[in-house]
C-alpha cells in the first residue's frame, strides 16, 4: 500500500521533524509506504510553507527533500541517515546549516531561512526586483536590512562576497529616516 500526502503545512519550527517522526513510525506499523510533499513559499503574506518531503519505505528513510530551496527547483535526494541532533540533511543545501553547534543556532536559522523565503517569494510574484528600505538605525530596521542582505546569500550561494555584496546594491536601496525612538 502507498499513502500519499500533499500538504500545504505552514512552517513551524521541528514541525517537519516531528512530522517525519510520526511518519516513519505509521509507515512502520502500517508497513507501507508514504509520499509526503510539502507546498514552498508563502500566500499572502501570512503563512510561510518550507516545502520538503519524504519517501518513507516500511518505516526507513528513502529519499527526502530539501527544505527551503531560493536557486533552483525542488530536487530529492536520497539518504540512508535519519535526521537526528546537530544535523537536518533537508538543510544540508545551506552552507550555513552545516556550522550549527546548537539548537538555538538551529531554531535561528530555520527563522531566519522563513522570513527570506517569504521576502523572496512575495517579491518574485509581485514583480519586485528592487527594495527601498527606509532604515531608522533601530533594531528593528537592523533586522528588515540583515534578511533582505541575507535573501542574497541565499539566492546566491555560489558567489563570492564582492559579488553578493554587488547583488545587495542592486537590490536595495536605503534611505536614513531616524525617528525618536531608534
Partial sequence: ????????RPYAYDDFTFTLQDRIELSKSCQITWLAANLLGSDDGTHVYDGGGYILHQGHICALAPRFVFDRDVVVTTSEDK?????DPTLAHIKSAQQLKTAEDHIQLELELALCLALHDYTRRSGIRKLCLALSGGRDSAMVAMIA???IQYLYPEADNETQREKVREFLLTAYLPSQAS
Fill in 1 to 8: 500500500s502507498i499513502c500519499v500526502e500533499i500538504v500545504a
Fill in 83 to 87: 535526521p537526528c541532533a546537530g544535523f
Fill in 149 to 151: 542582505a541575507r535573501l
